[in-house]
């Protein structure tokens, strides 16, 4: 399986920034297609941003312009740069691995990010 470990998260007033990352271990990472979700208490959970086997990238409209999904496959990690903070982004945020035909099956602990206005 799979291990997954976020860090980065943390407090910053809107505007700020924070870098998440990811460890992964037990796999062979670049194999893997990587994400990043986010969950707000009592809302669905909903993706973030996802980069592939081959680093294309995909976000959210939400954060578009604002967020870059980056992977390091030497180090196996996973990150998310977080720029221009908005209140509307607090989360606990989470990081999933998918191997094709598989889906996400690999979630790590989750990070809480809280942005203030």
């Known amino acids: 399986q799979v291990q997954l470990v976020e860090s980065g998260g943390g407090l910053v007033q809107a505007g700020g920034s924070l870098r998440l990352s990811c460890a992964a271990s037990?796999?062979?990472?670049?194999?893997?297609?990587m994400a990043w979700f986010r969950q707000v208490k009592g809302k669905q959970r909903e993706l973030v941003a996802r980069?592939?086997?081959?680093?294309?990238?995909t976000y959210a409209d939400s954060v578009k312009g604002r967020f870059t999904i980056s992977r390091d496959n030497v180090k196996n990690t996973l990150y998310l740069q977080m720029d221009s903070l908005k209140p509307e982004d607090t989360a606990v945020y989470y990081c999933?691995?998918?191997?094709?035909?598989?889906?996400?099956?690999?979630w790590g602990q989750g990070t809480q990010v809280t942005v203030s206005s």
């Open positions: 999933a691995a998918d191997l094709r035909g598989r889906g996400y099956d690999y």
């Open positions: 037990g796999r062979t990472f670049s194999n893997y297609a």
């Open positions: 980069i592939n086997s081959g680093s294309t990238t």
